[in-house]
């Protein structure tokens, strides 16, 4: 079965940088790209990009731009996401999920950033 | 950026009920509009997508219908598992997805 799993929570100093892996099986990896969706404690969902597994092509929301790096690696099946300069009001669970429309996700991965 | 517009925010029915949540966007999505289904510290569950179609699992009484600017998701005779925040998904701006803000279905 399809499977999709997460790195543990992480924990971050204003300023510094996160890296979440997601490790998936049960499908072709190529076949896929990623998407990476976040939500902030009682917040909603946010789209923050789309990596295709096949030839590494990403699409991240504006607000992202420049801070954000989203890497696969086709030996291991594993997706990564990068956010760097991290500020409070990145503290959210960060997850994973595959296909156009995120037909499978990751467990989630929360992220707390604070001094 | 297309703004989806979801509403009412609350949904307050009980099991048996129908339940319609309605799903707007500032601009034509065609029919590339999802719909997910979370419950408390679970993720997202992909419920119906190209407007329309069921995914995998998703029992019948489920069903999504529109195209263009409005849409909406039905769920005939709701079961206690179905108290839950809904939202819709446009991959249209196949470059900017957007999610809405999401509408909660309480009893």
């Known amino acids: 079965q399809v499977q999709l799993v997460q790195s543990g929570p992480e924990v971050k100093k204003p300023g510094a940088s996160v890296k979440v892996s997601c490790k998936t099986s049960g499908y072709v990896f190529i076949d896929y790209g990623i998407n990476w969706v976040r939500q902030a404690p009682g917040q909603g969902l946010e789209w923050m990009g789309w990596?295709?597994?096949?030839?590494?092509?990403?699409n991240s929301a504006q607000k992202f731009q420049g801070r954000l790096t989203m890497t696969t690696d086709t030996s291991t099946n594993t997706a990564y996401m990068e956010l760097r300069s991290l500020r409070s009001d990145d503290t959210a669970v960060y997850y994973c999920?595959?296909?156009?429309?995120?037909?499978?996700w990751g467990q989630g991965t929360l992220v707390t950033v604070s001094s | 950026e297309i703004v989806l517009t979801q509403s009412p925010a609350t949904l307050s029915l009980s099991p048996g009920e129908r339940a319609t949540l309605s799903c707007r966007a500032s601009?034509?999505?065609?029919?590339?509009l999802a719909w997910y289904q979370q419950k408390p510290g679970q993720a997202p569950r992909l419920l119906i997508y190209?407007?329309?179609k069921r995914a995998a699992g998703i029992p019948p009484r489920f069903s999504g219908s529109g195209s263009g600017t409005d849409f909406t998701l039905t769920i005939n005779s709701l079961e206690p598992e179905d108290f839950a925040v809904y939202y819709c998904l446009q991959r249209s701006d196949w470059r900017r997805l957007t999610f809405g803000g999401g509408t909660k279905v309480d009893i």
């Open positions: 190209d407007a329309s």
């Open positions: 601009q034509s999505v065609y029919n590339f």
């Open positions: 999920a595959r296909g156009d429309y995120g037909v499978n």
């Open positions: 990596i295709s597994a096949y030839n590494g092509n990403t």
